[in-house]
């Protein structure tokens, strides 16, 4: 039987969250979308032989503010992004992740932080 599962990808905007999605469900980075558009990403994957169907919730250009309270409540993992470029990007995770915890019902809450743009260290 296979688990459905939801992953919300949250950071400040133009951090690389949609290409972060994209690569990972169809493994290539695609050039142009539109950063004010919300996706909902499909894959399926197998886990210590227990199958999922995962939605994957790209947020796009939202940031704190505007995260839809529902997609918080109702995600199982949350990957927050932040550019190692961008200091405020960093900063804005803190927020984020208070939001997140205000928000859910679980008291253990699987979060990954992901310091997105390497090819760009040289710009810190």
Do not use: W
């Amino acid at each position: 039987m296979r688990r459905h599962r939801q992953i919300a990808i949250l950071g400040y905007p133009g951090v690389g969250k949609s290409s972060l999605a994209h690569h990972f469900v169809y493994k290539q980075y695609h050039g142009e979308y539109d950063p004010n558009i919300k996706t909902n990403l499909q894959y399926q994957c197998t886990l210590n032989g227990q199958e999922y169907d995962l939605t994957i919730i790209d947020n796009a250009g939202s940031d704190q503010y505007t995260i839809n309270h529902i997609d918080l409540e109702n995600s199982d993992a949350y990957i927050l992004v932040y550019a190692i470029d961008d200091r405020q990007s960093f900063h804005m995770i803190s927020k984020i992740r208070e939001k997140i915890l205000s928000t859910s019902t679980v008291t253990k809450i699987p979060i990954v932080l992901v310091g997105n743009k390497i090819d760009r260290v040289d710009e810190r």
